[in-house]
């Protein structure tokens, strides 16, 4: 059993969830600044050194005194090396937090860098994707063979999609490919700019009111949703405003209130390129 509120745009569906097809990844987003806050990366910290002055004479610390009233000189301390602990995988093991860390760094060269145009229209291409790269056809029995990895990036610029091989051993980027019209699932990052857009629109007012409706509080944030996302193409009878779509970063929304109901919005598109809402109709 599931009621709608017809009066909105969006619709409060309660009892039922949706069901998403296609490549939709289901993403809690959170507060403006909360992304990143732990940037260790994952990795764990090493031992703790040992403090200078500690006892290095059978239990005679840097306080105590000799017999004759002197103080003994401090000794000096030991400080042991921290272990690589997991910055590197072997073999077909998944990346690791530092190989991930790294190898995003070694794509991003400058070029695309100061070139390149974030989902937010800041510098720097959208990361998307880092993943073990499969091993070439003739390294395929080979133990020793290099590790690599894929990194994709989408390019707000030129609404580009560029896919660097980086090789792991060497740090060489080994090669790079450049794509236009092709649309991977998107990041959460891109999910959370599009429900920002989508909440500053006109066209989201029958959202905030069902949102209000369902909660009792105004939504103001994407911190406040659970997000579906899944990439939207332009089709024949689409509206004018749409037809970019798959050229252009597209997509559809599914919204779920955080501890609430789900939230109807499936017939408005976010053009994250053009950075414009649109209703399907």
Not at 21 to 33: D, E, K, N, Q, R
Not at 113 to 134: F, K, N, S, W, Y
Not at 215 to 227: F, I, K, N, S, Y
Not at 232 to 243: D, N, Q
Request: aromatic fraction near 2%.
């Amino acid at each position: 059993m599931r009621t709608t509120v017809h009066r909105h745009l969006g619709k409060v569906v309660a009892g039922a969830a949706l069901a998403v097809a296609g490549t939709a990844v289901m993403v809690g987003i959170t507060l403006p600044g909360a992304a990143g806050a732990d940037d260790s990366g994952g990795r764990s910290a090493g031992r703790t050194a040992q403090p200078a002055g500690a006892a290095q004479d059978g239990g005679q610390g840097a306080g105590e005194r000799t017999a004759g009233g002197r103080a003994d000189a401090v000794q000096p301390g030991v400080v042991e090396d921290v272990p690589a602990e997991g910055d590197r995988g072997e073999g077909r093991d998944p990346l690791t937090d530092d190989e991930t860390e790294r190898v995003e760094r070694l794509a991003l060269d400058r070029a695309l860098l100061r070139g390149g145009r974030d989902v937010e229209g800041d510098r720097g291409p959208q990361r998307i994707t880092v993943d073990l790269a499969e091993p070439e056809v003739d390294e395929l029995d080979d133990p020793d063979a290099p590790r690599r990895a894929e990194v994709s990036f989408y390019d707000y610029k030129d609404d580009s999609l560029v896919t660097r091989t980086v090789n792991l051993d060497t740090g060489k980027v080994e090669a790079t490919d450049t794509q236009h019209g092709v649309q991977p699932p998107l990041s959460r990052a891109e999910t959370a700019e599009a429900a920002r857009l989508l909440i500053a629109d006109p066209l989201g007012a029958g959202l905030k009111a069902d949102y209000e409706d369902a909660t009792g509080e105004e939504l103001t944030t994407p911190g406040q949703l659970l997000l579906n996302s899944m990439v939207f193409r332009a089709h024949p009878g689409a509206p004018a405003a749409l037809a970019d779509c798959g050229e252009h970063r597209c997509l559809r929304l599914f919204v779920k209130a955080k501890n609430g109901p789900w939230i109807d919005s499936r017939d408005l598109v976010v053009d994250l390129s053009a950075r414009r809402v649109a209703e399907v109709g």
